[in-house]
């Protein structure tokens, strides 16, 4: 399992004194009334895959495993919404939708937690067409750290939009379970494409991947995921998925829309890949051939880990505005490189986003630490860039040093001013984030 930054000079975790399973909304409110009165920290736990630390109990207290609430409670069709339980993960959503020409998109690899991807502000490679879970979320039923209840948008309301007051749905998606539980969310769905291309292109370096994946959204070609792998990643991945891929700067990239509009947007993609050196390039339409695509993608972490049998590794993200990507992306690679780190590179880059998954002996204090100072220059790089420390796996434990230089104090003042107002006593996944 990866660990969070803040992790790497020591892999141990930090287990709860006590797990309770509800299995109802009811039980949730009582467990946490009683923890508040008896003041006991409380962490939320979906499925487990965040990537920051956050369901680590830093000071004990009970852990809120909320797999067996699994209901999915409403599905509206004409509205395009479902509302689900914090036990539903994307998979066992968009199975449960087949058949109705309607799907969640929001993909972050992983078979995560809906009402998890939500308290994580969760994102993947459909983003840049989809967006991440923020404006995917219209409503959440949260337990407050009191036990009393709370529909962030009202009891049974799921508008597309609305500006009636303060936007409590978007203040707890993305609060990584510090300000309540998230135990039940209204999820806006999209209509299945009519048609889908998927291909994978090869560049002569990084700088020619990234500034062809900037021209491509500077076209307005309606892409639905632009994915990077940087020459080592990519050679990993074809080597663990059985693929055959060049081990060079590469693009993955996936189209939707019509037949008609499918076509154009094929040309338009090909033209700027020529143009920026790409080859190799072959349209997969085939539902079959382009899940074997996506499989070779979403095997990046196993196929990270191959390259050093053994050994520990973690995920770190961040996020910079589309015209700094190139230069941003470029010096990382010099970083890597120049630290001798063992950190090929993957991103949603048409989002600005980009990953490194460092892989390292833990046993090595020397290596933990010179992996420990990249994620913090890469932080701070993706800062000075106008970007952010991390664009959707959240701050976690390893992060917060970094978000206090994103916000600068009067933001991170703020935010514990919310946090005081829900949370007096500071229960809610204690030491996250703040």
Not at 120 to 135: E, I, L
Not at 353 to 371: G, Y
């Amino acid at each position: 399992k990866s660990v969070g930054p803040c992790c790497c000079l020591s892999p141990s975790c930090a287990p709860p004194d006590v797990v309770v399973w509800p299995q109802a909304v009811g039980q949730v409110q009582e467990l946490a009334a009683l923890c508040h009165r008896s003041r006991v920290p409380m962490v939320p736990f979906g499925t487990g895959t965040g990537l920051e630390g956050g369901v680590n109990a830093v000071q004990g207290g009970v852990c809120f495993d909320l797999s067996r609430m699994d209901a999915i409670a409403e599905l509206s069709l004409e509205d395009f919404s479902v509302t689900v339980e914090p036990g539903v993960t994307r998979k066992a959503l968009n199975k449960h939708l087949r058949g109705t020409g309607l799907w969640f998109p929001v993909d972050p690899g992983a078979d995560a937690s809906l009402c998890g991807m939500a308290a994580t502000g969760a994102s993947g490679t459909n983003a840049v067409r989809y967006g991440t879970m923020r404006p995917n979320v219209l409503n959440l039923r949260v337990v407050l750290p009191d036990g009393r209840l709370l529909h962030t948008a009202g009891p049974g309301r799921q508008p597309r939009k609305r500006a009636a007051g303060y936007d409590l749905t978007s203040l707890f998606v993305g609060s990584e379970g510090t300000l309540g539980f998230l135990t039940q969310a209204t999820l806006r769905l999209h209509p299945l494409p009519e048609a889908t291309a998927a291909t994978v292109t090869s560049f002569p370096s990084v700088g020619a991947a990234v500034a062809c994946t900037v021209q491509v959204l500077q076209a307005a070609v309606p892409v639905a995921r632009i994915e990077f792998l940087d020459e080592v990643m990519a050679d990993a991945c074809g080597r663990f998925s059985g693929v055959e891929l060049p081990a060079a700067a590469t693009l993955l990239l996936e189209l939707h829309g019509s037949r008609h509009s499918l076509a154009e947007q094929q040309r338009q993609t090909e033209e700027i890949v020529r143009q920026n050196g790409g080859s190799g390039l072959a349209w997969a339409e085939g539902l079959e051939e382009r899940e074997r695509l996506w499989s070779m993608r979403h095997n990046a972490w196993y196929a990270a880990l191959a390259l050093r049998p053994g050994c520990q590794g973690y995920s770190t993200d961040v996020c910079v505005p589309i015209s700094r990507l190139p230069d941003v992306v470029v010096e990382t690679k010099q970083d890597l490189q120049t630290s001798s780190i063992t950190g090929p590179m993957v991103g949603h880059v048409g989002d600005g986003n980009f990953h490194c998954l460092l892989i390292f002996n833990s046993q090595d204090p020397e290596e933990a630490q010179r992996i420990h100072a990249f994620t913090q220059r890469l932080g701070r790089r993706a800062l000075a860039a106008g970007g952010t420390c991390t664009g959707e796996h959240g701050v976690g434990l390893g992060k917060r040093a970094l978000l206090q230089e994103e916000l600068g104090q009067e933001g991170l003042d703020t935010l514990r001013s919310i946090k005081a107002a829900l949370d007096p006593h500071n229960l809610m996944n204690p030491g996250k984030v703040l």
